[in-house]
């Protein structure tokens, strides 16, 4: 297991995402839903989209390209013409600060 800082918790209000590209790590967007932060890939899986220029509806993101939503707590696609899932992490908070584990 692996801890990545990505930000800092008060970065993000409930609501609102961002995007991050760690070292060795694809793009991903770190999102604040109700005060729990997710992680996903921010590339959509349908089309080179990057998820952060989209919006968040509830637990949904939409890609700004085709209208497509992934659930953002599973990656879950959720509307056409996504199919294919986004690639998720886990996240932890500690110390105000919000890491993602990988590994």
């Known amino acids: 297991m692996n801890l990545v800082k990505v930000c800092e918790a008060d970065a993000l209000k409930a609501g609102e995402m961002m995007g991050v590209e760690p070292d060795g790590l694809p793009p991903i967007a770190i999102y604040n839903i109700e005060g ?18 989209g919006y968040i509806d509830g637990d949904q993101i939409e890609c700004p390209m085709h209208g497509g939503m992934f659930d953002i707590r599973s990656g879950a696609p959720t509307h056409f013409p996504c199919t294919e899932p986004l690639q998720t992490w886990p996240v932890e908070v500690r110390d105000g600060a919000v890491f993602i584990i990988t590994g």
């Open 36 to 53: 729990q932060f997710f992680a996903t890939s921010n590339v959509c899986t349908h089309a080179v989209a990057m998820l952060t220029d």
